[in-house]
């Protein structure tokens, strides 16, 4: 992992770390302003972030460079998503709070926690609504056809 032992996210960048030397190693700029990290996850030279806005993109650690998501969707075509997967709607509490102060606004859900296998054929993702004061939830699963 190229020294990198640990990984702090911020609103706009990955900061990767070597504990040992107490030194940081790089800041990687992600995605979009506001991206806001809300999960990271290592697992050998692939560092994955879940944001504030509902993406969930894979960083390359050798290359220092965001992958190329391509996913299955139905009657086996393939879609390029822009170096992110973005989550759905999930379940939203749409009375009383959300009511008074955001109807008709989109609420995209943070990504809080995920995992995935080594070959990146399952994914699991979790979350909910950012703005303090709403409930409600996000849970996907994903599994590659093929495996």
């Known amino acids: 992992m190229q020294g990198y032992q640990a990984a702090v996210g911020t609103r706009d960048y990955v900061i990767l770390l070597d504990i040992r030397t107490k030194r940081a190693y790089t800041e990687v700029q992600l995605l979009t302003p506001d ?3 809300r999960s990271l996850q290592f697992q050998d030279q692939l560092l994955s972030c879940g944001s504030g806005n509902g993406w969930l ?3 390359d650690l050798r290359a220092m460079d965001f992958v190329e998501m391509e ?3 139905d009657k086996g075509k393939k879609v390029l998503l822009d170096n992110h997967i973005e989550v759905g709607g999930g379940w939203l509490d749409t009375e009383g709070f959300y009511r008074e102060y955001f109807e008709g606004v989109a609420v995209h859900n943070a990504l809080y926690a995920h ?3 080594p070959g990146l ?3 699991f993702i979790c979350g909910g609504p950012l703005p303090m004061g709403l409930r409600g939830c996000y849970m996907g699963i994903w599994q590659d056809r093929k495996s």
Do not use: A, E
């Open 35 to 37: 991206y806001s990290v």
């Open 57 to 59: 993109s894979f960083f």
């Open 71 to 73: 996913l299955s969707q």
């Open 115 to 117: 995992c995935w296998d």
């Open 121 to 123: 054929h399952r994914l």
